[in-house]
T-cell receptor, first 114, second 112 residues
Framework: DAGVIQSPRHEVTEMGQEVTLRCKPISGHDYLFWYRQTMMRGLELLIYFNNNVPIDDSGMPEDRFSAKMPNASFSTLKIQPSEPRDSAVYFC????????????FGEGSWLTVV | SQQGEEDPQALSIQEGENATMNCSYKTSINNLQWYRQNSGRGLVHLILIRSNEREKHSGRLRVTLDTSKKSSSLLITASRAADTASYFCATSRGNTGNQFYFGTGTSLTVIP
């Protein structure tokens, strides 16, 4: 299996622009997670899906952030409009329900908002 | 962090020495997992310990769990330069045990 695939790997954008991050989870995994990692706040769980349905989005920082999972093999995290404080590494991860419910991470999308 | 804290925040040791990292968490858990993150990469799973287990081994890794103290430790024996990375604990909670929260991480440097 190719693992969790994220794109883009790196993005530099100007403040106010829309940013869309993409994720393809591991086939057969029914949970998908979006995390954000910064030096100040560590690794934060933003939102997670089970069987394509958002279960908990309490970690989404603001209404500027939205996430969708239209099917089992694709998810997006969108920031509109972006701000410099959104600069971070955004990780997508997936897991299956049954134990061991190990989380498999993608390599991350490094976002810089200038 | 959303769930727990690792300590120390940073640890520097000589190759061949043992490295011990601790994790404290705040709420009851289903299981606890340790992950490793190399610089610029995603996190990789190392070991899982269930809430009803007290100790687990995997190769050079030894994990302990004390649910009464809400704490866990990760011991890496006979460290190698390649063990240099950040180490995170993740606690699984929620109705299905599939809601994961990570600590702040311990940055380990192993000096050759």
């Amino acid at each position: 299996d190719a693992g969790v695939i994220q794109s883009p790997r790196h993005e530099v954008t100007e403040m106010g622009q829309e940013v869309t991050l993409r994720c393809k989870p591991i086939s057969g995994h029914d949970y998908l997670f979006w995390y954000r990692q910064t030096m100040m706040r560590g690794l934060e769980l933003l939102i997670y899906f089970n069987n394509n349905v958002p279960i908990d989005d309490s970690g989404m920082p603001e209404d500027r952030f939205s996430a969708k999972m239209p099917n089992a093999s694709f998810s997006t995290l969108k920031i509109q409009p972006s701000e410099p404080r959104d600069s971070a590494v955004y990780f997508c991860a997936s897991s299956q329900t049954i134990l061991p419910n190990t989380i498999y991470f993608g390599e991350g999308s490094w976002l810089t908002v200038v | 962090s959303q769930q727990g804290e690792e300590d120390p925040q940073a640890l520097s040791i000589q190759e061949g020495e043992n490295a011990t990292m601790n994790c404290s968490y705040k709420t009851s858990i289903n299981n606890l997992q340790w992950y490793r993150q190399n610089s610029g990469r995603g996190l990789v799973h190392l070991i899982l310990i269930r809430s009803n287990e007290r100790e687990k081994h995997s190769g050079r890794l030894r994990v302990t769990l004390d649910t009464s103290k809400k704490s866990s430790s990760l011991l890496i024996t006979a460290s190698r330069a390649a063990d240099t990375a950040s180490y995170f604990c993740a606690t699984s909670r929620g109705n299905t045990g599939n809601q994961f929260y990570f600590g702040t991480g311990t940055s380990l440097t192993v000096i050759p």
